[in-house]
Structure formats: structure tokens, C-alpha cells
């Protein structure tokens, strides 16, 4: 019935809308997920808007407000709603422009870790034969380290810094795209309308990039989600270890590593970048979530 | 009195673009002993409305029913877990697809040992024999030896022999064969029909075969159900329906069989049918 | 007569490689099949799963080499092991598949669907190409304004006459159909049936009719070849493979299919309550 419905539409592009409408019907039957995608939009909107929202800059020393605790507690300050750290710098502000960074480098390893994993990972399960033994073994070496400290060694080859953090982290997650992109290349490749590509003369880049890829999207863009939100932590992680972005930057695990000593004493200033970390994760692993009850077919109640 | 008796049958599925009615208003009686055979079309819901019957279908189905009774018995208003008593023992079905109904992880004489078990009550020595008579019922040869093999190891008519040993394993009243043939050749369908009726026959049983195989319909039933659009079209013994159909449905369906082709072009259904009515109640 | 596809003695071996369980074993899934094809004509090729009817489909359409053998297209010997299978050839075999929901890729509108075979092989220019693939879209008795919407929002027999006019966007002489009506109802395979007759008579096609079922190859086929385990049992005239089966095992594909006549019916009620 649904067919005849859409068969009789009359609108320009009926499918797409169609599609769309069903993606968000799905999307919408989990709450959490909108929740999670109303917080990335909000801090989207924030990195996008920082210098407009933040109080003052983020790397302003106050010298004469060191360590203020937050507005609510006593001695808190009206112009430092979220207090100072120990140099005296806006809490708020640096949260702020922290999104920023965090955003940034979800946005750079995920893309670069998928473009190379993707390229890879079709290849490889396009091909098969030794071009896919030599992929998959380098891939499986990869695979057994663990994430962080071959992130931390890779660092410490290219030296320390965001950039090169974001380099490391995107190689650490790329078997995962590679290992995803090579099982749905496997599976759609014997599929008739693959043949029938072939058949009308199809060469081998406009199969493997052009009929099959776009078919082992729905896989590949929840994976996506849900490593961006492990590379903001890993390179908080990183950043917690000295060996991401470096200080005065403010970047949220940079600045956890700052606060060390004041654990126990002042506790606005661990506590603070801590809880941003913790909420933009959660927010995005949500919004995967979402994504794959909305976009895995296996996962689809009729 | 009849075994299982449907009246006014309607199941609704709950979709991404509104409700979708299955089945729409249907009908039918099932006596002991009789070979009644649903046929359709995709989407005339003949699988859902038995599915519905037995209470298979997934929570977003709803199902109503003025009346859905086997051997007198309410099935609709009865708690789930005496639904499930009857349902494996009393009534049994078979499915399209015979080597995907059977769990690749466990060998084919565990799971019909297990029916026993659940349903009978048999003690392990007891299990044993009855599997390996059942296994010689259906036809399978070293009943003993293929008790041990996994369903990856046996043909598609081997692993359907298999899904109706299970199906009458605990004699049941009623066999709901779903497309039972489908997925096999015709040489092995043939075999898997003979064997079917001949079950029949001799347990006594009342059969509903599920099919969009006129061909399967014709060498099998005592009465037809047609269906289409989750609507019953017509109702009538076989000869009645092939000899003489009354439903325009009915005949344009046979019309369109190759094998009675007369010249050089087939009627199709919709040059001998317009379904408006039907249609127009389904929107 | 021209003879459009000739096939001499195809041998297709599949090499099963060994685990260090099992021996490496070599499955003969064609073994030396000839037959012949004259142009206009069709030839079925029936048998049941794993009897190599489809395996020899693909070796046909140029997709799958033979092991070994003789192809023939319009007398020209076409290998594509040594790989000499050049763009006209690719143009002369097109093929239809079994099941229309696998055979259009979900991604792409009806329109690219059907340009993309011209995209590939030919420089037509855009508007002529879009204007060959509304022809043909016509020709299927489809409508032009699904030229832009996706296989998805098609039932079964829309989506098979759809991959019927792709197939003919090259001009091709040789179509092979493989079970091209099994997965739809009856009602739509009579129809597509006919489209295909139509298009036979208006392009001069040659078909091969890959099919299981004896009823439909009766009514489309001019010449039949039954397959069993790989070997052609039986090749000969429509007429006389059905009036006169010489070998077993067409006489027994016969006697197991279902008859659909009054008469059959009414015999085996006879014989029912008789017993």
C-alpha cells in the first residue's frame, strides 16, 4: 500500500523525501537519540558562535582572580560564572572554545580514517586475493596494539601537538572502516545489479566507487558517528597525557591535565572540562545509536 | 463441527506510513480430514492470515476476529502460554524456506527429539524410537544414522522431510503447510506433495496449504480458499473452482496459466479483471 | 536463417581449493554442452537447481570464461579468458536476471539505470541518450515520468520490465533470460511474457530462456535443451521434446509437474475416494 501511495505522488523527487521521512521515523522511535542530536546541534552551534558566546578570551590571564570558584559558591565572582583556574583564566570561555577543538578533531579523524579505510577496505573485498591478505594483515597489526598506545607511540615519532595527535588517531581507527567497508563490498559484489554493471561494460573503478559503494554507506556512516566520539576522547586522552594539544590551548583534555593538582581542592577546574567530555560523547554515541535503528536494514521491524 | 473456524478475520500492521490492513474481513472453516488449500498472489495475505491464526505474528500486528476458534476452543481471548500448548502439538506448520526453519546449530535429531520432549513427555529411549519411526514415515533413508547429521548436510528435500517429521511428530489435528514446495524443484516437490497427502490420509488430518501454485492447488486440495488483497475472492471445491469459477479473480488467474494458453498471447489478469471494489475498500 | 550463437563442446570446471580437512576436488558444472541459436528464435534451457543452466547463462553472457569449448557469437569466436572481448561484442549479449528486487542498483534512478549502459560504451550525447531510455521506458509499458524515481518505489513486474528495457539500450542481438518470470505472480508473468514475444517480433531478438518450469517453456520456447547434472539430456524442437521425451529424465521432469486441468483433477478425486 505504501507503494501505491508513492507511486501516485507527484512531486519532483518523491523518493527522497520518502526516504527521508523514513529515516526519521525510525530516527525519532528513539528518544535518546534526538536528545543526543539536539546536544551536537547546540554544540555545533556553540563552536561555531564561540567567540560571539564566550565572556572573555580563553587564554586571558586574570591575575587577579586565580582559582574563583563558580558564581553559585561563595566567593564566586558575576564575571566568571564558571570561575578561573590557576592562572586565572575564564573557565566558561575556555569550555566554550574547547567545542571547538573537540568538534575539529571529531570531524578531521573521522573523515580522514574513513576517506583511507573506505579506499582500503573496497579494494580489498573488491579484489580479494593477495591485494586483500596484504590490506587485511596490515590492518590486523594495527588492530593489535592497543588503540591508545600505538596513538602514543605514533606521537611520539611525529612529536607532540593536535595536529599530529589527530594523524595517529586516524590511523589507529582505520581497520574499523576498512574491516566494515570490505564486508559490505564482499556481500553486495555478487549481487545481480553488480553483474548487470558489468555486463553493460562497467570497468572496475566505476564498480567498485560508483555502482557498489554507495550501497555500504548505511554501515560506514554509523561507524562513522561513533568513532567521532571516541577520537574527542582519545584525544583528550592524549592531550590528558601531554602529548596532544599543547598548553594555553583550550582544549578539554589539556585542560583536565592542567588541574591534576587540584583534584581534591579546587573542584571546578577537573570537575568542569571532565563533565563536557563526559555529555559530548554520550550525546554523539546516542545519536549513533539512532542512526543504526534508523539506517541498519537488519535492525528495521516491518 | 469444524477444527479451526475464522470469521471476519482483520490484521493490522502498524508502519512507517500508517496502518497497513493484511487482511481484510476474511472468513473460513477447516474440517477433520480436509485438504484446504489458500491461494494467492504476494500480498494477498494468505501466510499472514494463518500466521495470525496461530498467533506468530510480531507485536505490531493487530489482530480481530468475530471468531477464531480451534476445536471449539477460543484462541484468541486464551492466555498465551495454552495458546502455545496447542500450538507445536495440536497444530503444527511447515514453511517456504526448509533449510532456514531448522537451527544449523543443533543436529536434526535434537530437534525433533525436543518436540517430544516439550510436548510428549517421552523419556530419552522413548524419543529415540519414535524419532527414527517418524523419520521412516516421512522417507528418509538410515533413519538411525541421519538422526546425528546437521541440516547444512542434508538437501533442501531432505530438510523438508525433516520440518513435516517434526511437524507431525506430536499427531497433530491440523498441518498449516505455508508454501511448502516453493523453494524446491519439481521433481522433489512432487515427492514432498505425495508424502504430504499420504500423511494426510492416513492420520486423518485437516490440511491448509499455503500456495500462489495453481499446479500445487490442483493436485492437491479438496476445497480453495482465493484470496487477494487480504480479501476472500471465492470459496469452492476444486473441481467447482477449475471447472466452473464463479469470482472474475478466480478466472482470470486461470486464464493466465501458460498451459492454457489457446494463442499466441496470454490474458493477463488485469484485461479480465478490474479490482476496483477492492481497491477501494483496501485504501 | 543466421545463426547468432553457436556453442561448441562448453566445459565449465569450478576448482574447489582444499583445506587441510578435505581434498581440493574439481566440480564439473558444464560438461560440453553445443547447441545453436538462429536468429529470432528461442532456445530454453530447462532443468532443475545445480544441473549448470545458470553457470552456462553467465558463460554466455560473456561474465563467467569456459574452461574450455567454442563461443560463437554471429560467427565470430569470442574468448574472454585471452581477453578479447571487445565493446561491440559486450553489445551484442545483454542479460535478464531471475529476481528484479537484486538486479537494479538501489542507489540509482530508473534514468541513470537505463543511460548507463550508453554512458559507458557509446559518446551519445545526453539528451539523446535520455531520449532512447524514455522510448524504451515506453516500449516496456512503463511511463515517462518514472524516469526519475528509484527501483524501490516498483513492484516485482515493473522492476523486471525495467531491466528488460536496460538490457535493450545497447541494441543487443542475443538476450539471455535467466528464469526471468520465476519470481513473479502469475498474473505479471503472463504479462511480462508477452512483452517479451513482443519485443522479439519488433527487434528480431534471439532468446535463451533459462527457466525450471515446463509450462512456461512450452508456451515461449521454439527449441529446448534439458540439463541434468551438467550434461544437455536432451536438445531438440519444442514440439518434439514435449510430444516425444527420449530420455528419463525429461520424463520424469514431465510426470512431476503439476497438471492444472479439469480432467487431472477430476482423475485423482476418482483415485482418492477409490481409496
Known amino acids: 500500500m505504501s507503494q501505491a501511495a508513492a507511486t501516485s505522488a507527484v512531486s519532483t523527487d518523491p523518493s527522497r523525501r520518502a526516504r527521508l521521512a523514513e529515516f526519521w521515523y525510525y530516527f525519532s522511535e528513539n528518544r535518546g537519540a534526538v536528545i543526543g542530536l539536539v546536544f551536537f546541534i547546540f554544540l555545533v552551534l556553540l563552536a561555531i558562535f564561540a567567540p560571539l558566546i564566550a565572556p572573555h578570551d580563553p587564554t586571558q590571564q586574570y591575575r587577579d582572580a586565580v582559582l574563583v570558584p563558580p558564581v553559585w559558591q561563595e566567593g564566586g565572582r558575576a564575571d566568571f560564572l564558571l570561575g578561573t583556574d590557576a592562572v586565572g583564566r575564564d573557565m566558561l570561555s575556555r569550555l566554550v572554545y574547547g567545542t571547538q577543538f573537540s568538534l575539529f578533531v571529531g570531524v578531521i579523524v573521522t573523515a580522514l580514517s574513513l576517506v583511507v579505510g573506505v579506499v582500503f577496505g573496497v579494494i580489498a573485498g573488491y579484489f580479494r586475493g593477495w591485494v586483500d591478505t596484504a590490506i587485511m594483515r596490515v590492518m590486523d597489526i594495527i588492530l593489535a596494539f592497543p588503540s591508545l598506545l600505538l596513538a602514543l607511540v605514533l606521537v611520539a615519532i611525529l612529536g607532540p601537538g593536535l595536529v599530529n595527535a589527530m594523524i595517529a588517531i586516524s590511523l589507529v581507527y582505520q581497520p574499523h572502516f576498512v574491516r566494515l567497508a570490505r564486508a559490505a563490498v564482499m556481500s553486495e559484489k555478487t549481487r545481480d545489479y553488480v553483474v548487470a554493471a558489468k555486463v553493460a561494460g562497467a570497468g572496475h573503478t566505476r564498480l567498485m566507487f560508483k555502482t557498489i559503494l554507495p550501497n555500504c554507506m548505511a554501515p560506514l556512516i554509523v561507524q562513522a558517528t561513533l568513532s567521532f566520539s571516541s577520537a ?63 539506517l541498519d536494514p537488519k535492525l528495521k521491524r516491518s | 463441527m469444524a477444527l479451526l473456524e475464522i470469521e471476519n478475520l482483520v490484521v493490522e500492521f502498524e508502519t ?38 496461530m498467533g506468530l505474528l510480531p507485536w505490531t500486528a493487530k489482530v480481530t476476529a468475530d471468531k477464531l476458534t480451534f476445536n471449539g476452543r477460543d484462541l484468541l481471548g486464551m492466555p498465551a502460554n495454552e495458546r502455545r500448548k496447542i500450538i507445536g502439538k495440536d497444530i503444527a506448520m511447515i514453511f517456504q524456506e526448509p533449510v532456514a ?16 520432549r516439550v510436548h510428549m513427555g517421552l523419556d530419552k529411549a522413548a524419543r529415540r524410537k519414535r524419532a527414527i519411526e517418524l523419520f521412516q514415515a516421512v522417507g528418509i533413508p538410515d533413519p538411525a544414522e541421519r538422526l546425528n547429521s546437521y541440516p547444512h548436510q542434508m538437501s533442501g528435500g531432505q530438510c523438508q522431510r525433516v520440518m513435516i517429521a517434526i511437524a507431525i511428530a506430536c499427531n497433530p489435528k491440523l498441518l498449516i503447510a505455508d508454501e511448502p514446495t516453493t523453494a524446491l524443484d519439481v521433481t522433489i516437490q512432487k515427492q514432498i506433495l505425495d508424502l504430504l497427502m499420504k500423511l494426510q490420509a492416513d492420520h486423518g488430518m485437516g490440511l491448509i496449504m499455503i500456495t500462489h501454485n495453481m499446479g500445487v492447488v490442483a493436485e492437491t486440495a479438496d476445497r480453495v480458499v482465493v484470496q487477494y488483497k487480504g480479501r476472500k475472492m471465492e470459496e469452492a471445491d476444486v473441481l467447482t473452482l477449475f471447472a466452473n469459477p464463479k469470482s472474475n479473480y478466480t478466472r482470470a488467474l486461470l486464464a493466465a496459466l501458460p498451459d492454457n494458453a489457446t494463442g499466441d498471447r496470454l490474458p493477463t489478469i488485469s484485461e479480465l479483471f478490474v479490482d476496483d471494489q477492492v481497491e477501494g475498500a483496501a485504501r | 536463417m543466421s545463426v547468432i550463437l553457436e556453442a561448441r563442446n562448453i566445459v565449465r570446471d569450478y576448482h574447489v581449493p582444499g583445506s587441510f580437512l578435505k581434498k581440493a576436488k574439481t566440480v564439473h558444472a558444464v560438461k560440453g554442452v553445443s547447441f545453436q541459436v538462429e536468429k529470432g528464435k528461442t532456445l530454453a534451457i530447462v532443468g532443475e537447481s545445480g544441473c549448470g543452466k ?61 543511460t548507463e549502459p550508453l554512458v559507458i560504451n557509446t559518446k551519445t550525447p545526453a539528451d539523446e541518450r535520455r531520449d532512447r531510455a524514455m522510448t524504451l521506458l515506453k516500449k516496456v509499458g512503463l511511463e515517462e515520468k518514472h524516469y526519475n524515481r528509484y527501483p524501490h518505489m516498483f513492484s516485482g513486474g515493473q522492476r523486471q520490465r525495467i531491466a528488460i528495457a536496460r538490457a535493450l539500450m545497447l541494441n543487443p542481438k542475443l538476450l539471455v533470460l535467466d528464469e526471468p518470470v520465476s519470481a513473479l505472480d502469475l498474473s505479471v508473468q503472463a504479462q511480462v511474457l508477452n512483452l517479451l514475444a513482443d519485443l522479439q517480433d519488433e527487434f528480431q531478438l534471439t532468446y535463451v530462456f533459462i527457466s525450471h518450469d515446463l509450462s512456461v517453456v512450452r508456451y515461449i520456447a521454439d527449441e529446448v535443451m534439458v540439463m541434468y547434472f551438467g550434461e544437455a539430456v536432451e536438445y531438440g524442437s519444442r514440439d518434439e521434446v514435449f510430444a516425444d521425451p ?30
Open chain 1, 232 to 294: 574527542i576522547l582519545d584525544a583528550a586522552a592524549l592531550g590528558f597525557l601531554g602529548m596532544g594539544a599543547q598548553p594555553p590551548t583550550p582544549e578539554w583534555g589539556t585542560m583536565l591535565a592542567e588541574a591534576r593538582e587540584f583534584i581534591q581542592s579546587k573542584w571546578w577546574v577537573v570537575t568542569l572540562p571532565g563533565v563536557a567530555i563526559l555529555i559530548t560523547v554520550l550525546a554523539i554515541n546516542l545519536m549513533g545509536d539512532g542512526l543504526r535503528d534508523a
Open chain 2, 16 to 53: 512507517a506510513s500508517g496502518p497497513f490492513r493484511a487482511v481484510n474481513g476474511v472468513s473460513m472453516k477447516v474440517h477433520e480430514g480436509e485438504v484446504l488449500a489458500i491461494v494467492g498472489e504476494s500480498g494477498s495475505g494468505k501466510s499472514v492470515s494463518m500466521l495470525a491464526a
Open chain 2, 101 to 116: 526453519s531448522l537451527n544449523p546449530c543443533f543436529t536434526v535429531g535434537f530437534q525433533i527429539e525436543e518436540v517430544l
Open chain 3, 54 to 114: 545458470s553457470t552456462l547463462g553467465r558463460i554466455l553472457t560473456l561474465i563467467d570464461p569456459a574452461t574450455s569449448g567454442e563461443l560463437l557469437i554471429e560467427g565470430k569466436t569470442v574468448d574472454i579468458a585471452k581477453g578479447d572481448l571487445t565493446p561491440e561484442m559486450r553489445r551484442k549479449v545483454q542479460i535478464v536476471f531471475q529476481n528484479p528486487y537484486g538486479s537494479l542498483n538501489p542507489r540509482q534512478k530508473i534514468g541513470d539505470i537505463l
Open chain 3, 246 to 275: 527420449k530420455h528419463s529424465y525429461t520424463k520424469t521432469l514431465f510426470a512431476a509437474t503439476p497438471r492444472a486441468d479439469v480432467e487431472s483433477i477430476r482423475a485423482r478425486l476418482a483415485r482418492k475416494k477409490a481409496a
